[in-house]
């Protein structure tokens, strides 16, 4: 009797599981299949989860846990892969620059010594510019002396009109789910992917990995999952208000 109440509550899982998923694939469907956003329509977005392999990015510490290391290149490919699945959902196009903790200098040409950060980037930005994406969001982490500053921005180049537009919507949508975070986008024009990329794009800070409260939440799967959702909902509606 118990073996039989155990397989009908695992048909049950089942079945839920299933109908989730096709959930899922309806709304992808739909999205991708339907008026307007037919065939060729379809928008693509490239997801750059920034720094990666030998390049670790911004190093904070967890000082509510066991004291671990945190490296910015793992919490920026965490909320990318997210923030892909999101937009796979929808029905965009997703392209990451990375998928595992890697960097691309062996796509840029130089593979050792002070040349392979330049390779790195230099690879992104080709791999971005051949994609033509209608947007790039490129995820990082901060980082400060002080501890107390916190709080997520997004940058965009200067001269980049989209780009600035983007980037103010973006900055609304995590402004939702940071509540004191009051930081207005900001221009930049030396940043080397805002620089030299020809399409949109924007480098979305989602934290400072220095603020311990902070480091926490951006460790967080739930919070990083909530981050994503914010990301994602900006991104969609930059791209219906084009
Ligand atoms: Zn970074």
Redesign the pocket.
Known sequence: MKRFILLKWTLYFLALVLLYRLGGLVAFYVETFSGETAGKDVCVVVVDP??GGPDP??VGTRTMGDDTEVL?KDV?LQIARKLKTFLEQGGIQVHMTREEDVDLSSQGGASAGSRKKASDMSARVAMINALKPDLTVSI???SFPQQNISGGQIFYHRGSEAGKAAAAILQKAIGELQTENHRQPKANDDYYLLVHTDTPTVIA?CGFLTNPEECELLCDEEYQEQLAWKLYMGIVRYLRKR
């Open positions: 920034g720094h990015g911004k910015e920026n990082h982490q901060n800070e």
